[in-house]
């Protein structure tokens, strides 16, 4: 059982858009940032999403961040067949010490 | 080029241990804190160990502390993990992964506990 809750899978069509949640505590998200990853199978995970709404570069700004109170969001406009990809939360957790992530949330293109 | 390479991976006895490496470049390793990462298969991300850029903080995660231990060696650009009492549940792809972001991360390396 994760720490941060996600949705264990999303789906959209082609230029749809998407929003992933990410659910926490005020240990964790509430009183941390919020990142989000994105990983394909047999990859290494990649940053998307890093102080709850800032993109690294080279991130398309498809992508985008939020969080409110002890939730954070991942938003994808305009889908696209290569984003189907499977997205992790992340967030600092001051009970734990540590890092802590959702279960991930596979995101299907129909 | 940024880049973070693991090895060390191996296929494990219960009970073994095993000492993984992570190797940087293209960057002031010294300057950054380092973590572990790891991926059992077919599941989600867990966080494993974190060392700040001075090597004075270190955290672990509940499941493996006293078990793991963290370190890093500045003259080598390098990030150790030496895992002792290996489990089962501790087979997984093992990442190393830069800064509170987990900005950049390795290819990883597999290791596996069984008998």
């Known amino acids: 059982q994760s720490v941060l809750t996600q949705p264990p899978s999303a789906s959209g069509t082609p230029g749809q858009s998407v929003t992933i949640s990410c659910s926490g505590s005020s240990s964790n998200i509430g009183s941390h940032y919020s990142y989000w990853y994105q990983q394909f199978p047999g990859t290494a995970p990649k940053l998307l999403i890093y102080r709850n709404n800032q993109r690294p570069s080279g991130v398309t700004d498809r992508f985008s961040g939020s969080k409110s109170g002890t939730s954070a969001s991942l938003a994808i406009s305009g889908l696209r067949s290569e984003d189907e990809a499977d997205y992790y939360c992340a967030a600092w957790d001051d009970s734990l010490s540590g890092r802590v992530f959702g279960g991930g949330t596979k995101l299907t293109v129909l | 080029e940024v880049q973070l390479m693991e090895s060390g991976g191996a296929l494990v006895q219960p009970g073994g241990s095993v000492r993984l490496s992570c190797e940087a470049s293209?960057?002031?390793?010294?300057?950054?804190?380092m973590n572990w990462v790891r991926q059992a298969p077919g599941k989600g991300l867990e966080w494993v160990s974190y060392i700040s850029s001075s090597s004075d903080t270190i955290h672990y995660a509940d499941s493996v502390r006293g078990r793991f231990t963290i370190s890093r060696d500045f003259a080598n650009n390098s990030l150790y993990l030496q895992m002792n009492s290996l489990r089962a549940e501790d087979t997984a792809v093992y990442y190393c992964?830069?800064?509170?972001?987990?900005?950049?991360w390795g290819q990883g390396t597999m290791v596996t506990v069984s008998s």
């Open positions: 992964a830069r800064d509170d972001a987990l900005d950049v």
């Open positions: 293209g960057f002031t390793f010294s300057s950054y804190v």
